[in-house]
């Protein structure tokens, strides 16, 4: 199968525009007679959905969930990234996209970027009018924060709580289309599988959490809004029932996965304390604005920080990256977070641990103005640690944070399965190898509000769907597929829960596919996982029945499909024999550390097609074409 | 440190609760409260009886999912401190501690302490937004918010929508809730088209749901795991009145 991304001809900035005048529409009276399966309520999710139904089109929207106001949108903080050049620094749609292309060390789809970067400027606009308290200059106008990857201030936020209340613009927007009838919200449903009728997408199964019931949902498409698969190294910092269920129930019915070995650490999170450890939390990347971060320049410095004087420490980002400093992008603040612990100048019990010290910001700027910008970071972080961040420095460490990787889609947002649309962090399209920060909540509103509900349109308008129901021979064999599972987890009757399995997962996969990444760590992962996946077959342990509430089935289920997917990540990781973006490859780096791409021969999108479990998927590339951006040594010296 | 754990079991909710008494040793103080009760039901599912259900997702206070009362506090006993937030350094060695579901005729609890608190879905459906359709929003700077406006709004909107307000207050009141939400969408100038049909819709909502009425004892706001103000209550009465004596006129 050839990988038709279906790009739009034409110069850059009129593609889009182009390509909305180009596609089918329908007209607003047939609107309602199509149906269309949403799941997931995160950002991605909910702006779709609410989008779809004031447009005219039945939707019903699936979540996990108590409640759509819960998705892990919401724990996001720092800000979202929009080319509206309000603080008159030379910002624009072109800087934004150029800015995007690079930091995902051009790796992405150039066509979908330039998008991105010019829909944020409505999303900005969206969001006001529906009440987001962003903030505020004292003249009544937006305000902006500077972020990492960028030498604008392009960053909107709400405090410390930016997903939050974007979360709660787009899941207010989805209140109002449930009260209207337009929505039908089913919540406490998890999604199990995909129906696939004459090769389209047509439904889901979904399995009710309270009852346990299977229910066969059936639509004329389907869109994916499930978020990421970080909790594939079990410590992250993603919510505890973030999994790669959808997506990869999707990919196996189907759907390539693209880019999978693009996972994101996040240099600022709070080190892990002890085995029980269930997440990792994110200290905003915003801090790193006044934030310094340093090392003792001795090793195994055991001093207090208070007692390391000056000329003792070592402001690693600063010395390394004079211009961008402490706002260098994630993936290189992280790496050089772990070299710094791995040369043995790490602090904290542990040893994996940097400062982040804001004592020279408290004195240029005041408590004040800190705690009004970070408050209740710090406040978090105290609670966390038991340490003041006023008057000692944070320690922070990386951790999984966000894919890059997910369902490949073209342009118009579809997967490789017809009629599934896949949007927000679940697909892969926008960030390429590395995302910058504030750019995940830009890509789900983008996806959600402004792009898919025009897009789908177009797949509608032209499919031919034949009429079914849930006596269709592929609905009945899809339920019975999901019950059969269900019942093979629960008949396994062993003697470890589905955490135990999870952790040492987590664990293989952090140390041989996590940070930095090497052909001998590879081919160990690729064959350590299937012994776990073996082990976990003959002796995971489920209380209970499938027809009940029944958290350790939830758990196991997610986990079994976490075992799978494991193992395409690592051939992907080994697949890309170069460093790109998050992706760094030990093999691949130049004399001072840094990532070493291979533009000849890996300057491509690898969709990897499945071929049965245990089995080595099938890679389909995407070449990726750079008209408009000059592909460069990705600096930030 | 040890303890000893009364926690609140029940299968679902055509069935009668109860509490049942757990011991877990060797808990770090640098552990989360809801990583405790990790540790008790990973050695529950071992020893191949239910684990304890509960509500939880982010683990960093801010997607409202858990949903427990620690020793008759909803979220436990430090403030402004969600229970997935709360550390066990908080504890003390060999302490009792009761863990129960948060309590509401409008809360049903699902199982052990999962409760249903979709009835908070259903006011903001009732009204709790802008309506505002995609792509007809004008220039965002087009709307000037004075600072001091906005950073109300925020104040109000920091609601995680987990429900201990209600929990905590005597009366089983939503009102610091759905006032917390009529504050932030009725001091913004997007809010003011449709703030009178909005006060009145969400009132009349949380009163259908069956949710008590304010006496003020403020328990709601000492239990809130985002300090949200109980002024905001009196302001919504004072709202609701005037909403409803002015209707006449829209």
Known sequence: ?637 | MNLKLHIWRQKNNKTNGAFEQYAVSDISEDMSFLEMLDVLNEDLIVEGKDPVAFDHDCREGICGSCSMTINGNPHGPEKATTACQLHMRKFKDGQEIYIEPFRNNSFPVIRDLVVDRSALDRIIQSGGYISIKTGSAPDANDIPVPKSKADVAMDAAACIGCGACVAACPNGAAMLFTSAKLKHLNVLPQGQAEKKKRTIAMVEQMDKEGFGSCTNHYECEAACPKSISVEFISEMNFEYAKARATAYRD
């Open chain 1, 1 to 637: 199968m050839k990988l038709d991304a279906r790009i739009p001809e034409g110069p850059i900035q009129d593609k889009w525009t182009k390509h909305k005048f180009d596609i089918n529409l329908i007209n607003p009276a047939n609107k309602r007679k199509y149906k269309i399966i949403v799941v997931g309520t995160g950002l991605a999710g909910a702006s779709a959905s609410a989008t779809l139904s004031e447009l005219g089109y039945q939707v019903e929207t699936i979540t996990f969930h108590d409640s759509s106001r819960r998705a892990h949108s919401i724990a996001a903080q720092g800000g979202i990234n929009s080319a509206k050049n309000y603080p008159n620094d030379g910002d624009s749609v072109w800087r934004l996209f150029y800015d995007t292309v690079k930091g995902g060390d051009f790796r992405s789809r150039e066509a979908n970027v330039y998008r991105l970067a010019q829909v944020s400027v409505n999303i900005i606009d969206q969001a006001t009018a529906q009440g987001v308290p962003f903030a505020r200059e004292y003249g009544g106008n937006l305000a902006n924060r500077s972020f990492g990857g960028a030498q604008v201030s392009r960053t909107f936020y709400a405090r410390g709580q930016t997903g939050q209340q974007l979360l709660l613009g787009a899941y207010q927007a989805l209140a109002k289309e449930v009260e209207s009838g337009g929505v039908k919200l089913r919540t406490r449903k998890e999604m199990m599988d995909i129906i696939v009728v004459d090769g389209k997408a047509r439904g889901v199964v979904t399995r009710d959490l309270v009852t346990g019931e299977l229910e066969t949902h059936l639509a004329d498409s389907v869109v994916l809004a499930t978020g990421g698969y970080g909790n594939v190294f079990y410590l992250s910092t993603n919510a505890q029932a973030c999994n790669v269920t959808a997506t990869y129930r999707a990919y196996k019915k189907g759907a390539f996965f693209a880019n999978p070995c693009y996972t994101q650490i996040h240099p600022t999170c709070i080190p892990v304390s002890g085995e029980y450890q269930s997440k990792l939390t994110l200290m905003s990347e915003s801090l790193r604005n006044d934030g310094r971060i340093w090392v003792p320049k001795a090793k195994g410095d055991k001093r207090k920080p208070s007692e390391i004087p000056e000329n003792e420490r070592d402001y690693y980002l600063e010395r390394k990256y004079p211009s961008f400093g402490n706002l260098s992008p994630r993936d290189i603040s992280s790496r050089s977070a772990k070299e710094a612990c791995d040369d043995g100048r790490g602090v904290g019990a542990t040893g994996y641990g940097v400062y982040l010290d804001f004592k020279d910001a408290i004195a240029r700027l005041g408590k004040d103005t800190i705690a009004e910008r970070y408050g209740n970071l710090f406040e978090m972080y105290e609670r966390i640690t038991g340490d003041n961040p006023y008057e000692t420095p944070m320690m922070i460490y990386p951790a999984s944070h966000y894919t890059m990787g997910g369902l490949w889609v073209d342009y118009n947002l579809m997967s490789t399965l017809e009629g599934l649309h896949v949007i927000g962090e679940a697909n892969f399209s926008d960030h390429g190898a590395n995302r910058l920060g504030a750019s995940a909540l830009m890509q789900g509103l983008a996806d959600g509000y402004f792009v898919l509900p025009y897009t789908i349109g177009n797949y509608l308008a032209k499919a031919e769907l034949k009429k079914i129901d849930a006596d269709t021979p592929e609905c009945k064999a899809t339920v019975k597929e999901v019950e059969d599972k269900i019942n093979k987890l629960i008949n396994v009757n062993g003697t470890k829960t589905p955490s135990y399995f999870h952790r040492k997962l987590g664990k293989l996969m952090w140390d041989k596919v996590g940070m930095a990444r090497n052909e001998a760590g590879l081919k160990y992962a690729l064959e350590e996982i299937p012994k776990i996946r073996e082990e976990f077959w003959k002796d995971v342990k489920i209380v209970g029945t499938g027809a009940e509430y029944n958290i350790s089935l939830e758990k196991a289920s997610r986990v079994a499909d976490f075992l799978e997917f494991a193992e395409i990540m690592a051939y992907d990781a080994l697949d890309r024999d170069e460093s790109a973006g998050a992706h760094f490859r030990e093999e691949h780096q130049t004399p001072d550390g840094e990532a070493k791409r291979n533009d000849d021969d890996y300057r491509y999108v690898a969709a990897w097609e499945y071929k049965g479990v245990g089995q080595r998927p099938e890679l389909h590339k995407e070449q990726l074409e750079f008209e408009n951006v000059k592909l460069a040594v990705r600096s930030y010296k």
